[in-house]
Every structure is written in structure tokens, then in C-alpha cells.
């Protein structure tokens, strides 16, 4: 795996793990508390991992991407709407981090859950109603990591409908190769 890759990677999963858990503490932080701990990691992160990444505009540009590709590695959930209503921070996010601002960290996840929910939600109604068309010339791209992000939400829902069809299918498929399986083990 690229090493860059994981450099980001294990960033973004320390800032945003953070984030993630800060509303759900036995100990509460205060805002200065939160900026130090930003301060501080992002510093021991580039100061000490191997690789000696530059806290730069090109961090930055990296670490912002490789954030939302973490949280939505099949872009389902973030259009690119999502991204630009967050892009204030793609340039110069080193910055932010360096001065202890923690806010990309809890706008994204709050985004990333808003999200969520509501596919949870689409999905839930989707399948109660029954209404799953099987007959179509619709297809899944299954690695989506080369594909562009939905530009605005009818495009989401139009995507989260073949994904929702396709996993019907993937179950369907499954639950009759265990039905043969199990007539042959008879």
C-alpha cells in the first residue's frame, strides 16, 4: 500500500476517531482542552511518523480527500455539494490544525451521520414497500473509487436505489444457494 496512503489514513482516522467520540465521554472537554489535543497530534503525527510529511497546502488537499474517501470509500453519502459545503478548508486545513481548530473533524462527522441516517432511512422505507424492480438494465459498479460523487441528490437517490437493489439481489441469490444446498444435503 502506498505510504502516503497510509499516512493519511491513520491521520484521518486518529482526528475523526476523535471527533466521533467526543460527544460520548466520562471526562468533559473543554474547548481548550480539544484544541491542545489537535495541536499536539497533528504535530507528533508530522514530526514523527518515518515518511516526515510537510504541513502543507498539498497535506492538505490530501488529508481533506482521503477524510471524506474514509468515511464514503463508495461515495454514496457525500455529493459533491456535501464536499464543496466543506471545501473552505481543503487548501489550508494544516493550518487550522496546527492552530488547534478541531471543527472540520465534528463538521464532517456530523455530516457523515446526517447522512447515514438518512440512507438508513431511504433503505428501510425502500424495502418495506416491497417495490424492488429486478427487471431492469441497471448495474452496480462495485469499486466505486474512480467514480465521481453524486453532484446533488437526485442523482443520490437514483444511486442509492441501484445500491439498495443490488444488495436485495446479492441476498436473494444468497438465500437460494443456501436453499439448494441445504436440498442437497438432504
Not at 467526543?22 to 482542552?33: H, I
Not at 465534528?106 to 433503505?123: T, W
Not at 424492488?132 to 444511486?159: C, F, G, H, M
Amino acid at each position: 500500500m502506498n505510504t502516503n496512503r497510509v499516512f493519511f489514513t491513520v491521520i484521518a482516522f486518529c482526528f475523526l476517531i476523535s471527533a466521533a467520540f467526543a460527544g460520548k465521554r466520562e471526562y468533559e472537554y473543554k474547548r481548550s482542552d480539544m484544541r491542545n489535543i489537535t495541536r499536539l497530534a497533528i504535530r507528533i503525527l508530522a514530526a514523527n511518523h518515518y515518511h516526515r510529511q510537510p504541513l502543507d497546502s498539498a497535506f492538505s488537499r490530501r488529508f481533506f480527500d482521503n477524510c471524506f474517501d474514509y468515511f464514503d470509500p463508495e461515495r454514496i453519502y457525500f455529493t459533491q455539494a456535501d464536499v464543496a459545503s466543506l471545501a473552505m478548508y481543503r487548501d489550508n486545513l494544516h493550518r487550522h490544525l496546527m492552530n488547534g481548530d478541531f471543527q472540520f473533524g465534528f463538521r464532517l462527522y456530523e455530516l457523515y451521520r446526517k447522512r447515514f441516517a438518512e440512507y438508513h432511512d431511504y433503505a428501510v422505507k425502500k424495502l418495506s414497500e416491497g417495490k424492488i424492480d429486478y427487471n431492469t438494465n441497471e448495474y452496480w459498479i462495485i469499486d466505486r473509487k474512480k467514480v465521481s460523487r453524486p453532484a446533488n441528490r437526485e442523482e443520490q437517490l437514483k444511486l442509492w436505489n441501484k445500491k439498495i437493489t443490488h444488495n436485495a439481489l446479492v441476498l436473494r441469490l444468497a438465500e437460494r444457494r443456501i436453499s439448494s444446498q441445504k436440498k442437497n444435503d438432504s
